[in-house]
């Protein structure tokens, strides 16, 4: 049986994850924290595709880089292994 918390205390929770920077969203492309006033993209197919069957969320950096700035698949898997530079923050 799951228990849902009431709304003033869930948005308690919230306010408390913002003032003290805690995260619990992670970057699938670069396995970094996304800040909690981060933004967050997520695909649309949610968990119907069997590439990401629970969810995949990307943070900014990441789809600037690899969405608007084209960087292929070739860069993906250097950066998760760390010898590629960090995304920049803009």
Not at 3 to 28: K, Y
Not at 49 to 60: M, Q
């Given at each position: 049986d799951a228990?849902?918390?009431?709304?003033?205390?869930?948005?308690?929770?919230?306010?408390?994850?913002?003032?003290?920077?805690?995260?619990?969203?992670?970057?699938?492309l670069c396995d970094a924290k996304v800040r909690p006033t981060g933004v967050?993209?997520?695909?649309?197919?949610g968990e119907t595709?069997?590439?990401?069957?629970?969810?995949?969320?990307?943070?900014?950096d990441c789809f600037v880089r690899y969405a608007v700035e084209g960087l292929g698949d070739e860069g993906l898997a250097t950066t998760r292994r760390g010898s590629v530079d960090p995304p920049h923050h803009f």
């Open positions: 228990r849902q918390l009431p709304p003033a205390d869930l948005e308690r929770l919230l306010d408390m994850q913002i003032t003290h920077g805690i995260s619990f969203v992670i970057c699938d967050v993209y997520t695909c649309a197919a595709t069997i590439l990401h069957p629970t969810t995949y969320d990307v943070c900014e």
